[in-house]
């Protein structure tokens, strides 16, 4: 039987924040945004155990507590992008982890992933022949803006998705991918360059990514709502 890890990068700067400090770091109800995102991972009844990513230069991790999160085992190997942070986590976890175990790998930046979304991913994905991502169908109208950010062409939302993370592939076939696509900015990429097509599990938009200044009241309120803390 396939087993479920989870890999979560958390090795980026968060240059879009503009904050002090990376954006996995900053307080989200009183606890780093990046316990919010590992909690709901570690506590998901399928998932035997998670592994975080950071920076080799991390100074931020030690001042902060973890003990709540029992399968947490940290590794700071994060690379120069997301795809060579999850590159380097592959590698790093080679000996514990088994070729056609399932890997999910999920942002640390998406702190509202609910464990209704985890468990509808795997669900679906068990017994699929190559794996999938959450996705959001697109709802509205796209435009695509010219220098002068002014309309150039309307795009048909026909058939396009928003591709969320976690990103569920096996061990060996994500390892391979990878090492043969690393300029890719998400794990479906990769495997999408190896001619295989992944499917889409329609999630929505709480598990939404956050990036600028304003997201973080925006997640404050998704995870309040959500009446679990
Ligand atoms: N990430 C990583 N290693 C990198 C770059 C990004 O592990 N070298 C992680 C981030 O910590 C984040 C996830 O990948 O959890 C998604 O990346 P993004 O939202 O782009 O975060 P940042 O790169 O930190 O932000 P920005 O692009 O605004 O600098
Ligand atoms: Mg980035």
Redesign the pocket.
Known sequence: MSRYFAI??????????GAER???YLELLGRPLLWHTLNTLCHAPAIEQVFV?I?PEDQWWETFSWESLESLQVLRV?????A???SNALAAVCGQVGQEDWVLVH????PCLSQLQVADLIHTLQDDEVGGLLAVPVADTLKRGDAQGRVAQTISREGLWQAQTPQMFRYGLLDKALQACPGVTDEAGAIEALGLSPRLVAADMTNF???YPRDLALAAQILQARGEL
């Open positions: 979560v990068p958390a090795a980026g700067s968060g240059s879009r924040m990376p954006k996995q990513v920076s994060g690379g120069e992008t997301r060579q942070s999850v942002d640390a930046a998406r990514k956050v990036t």
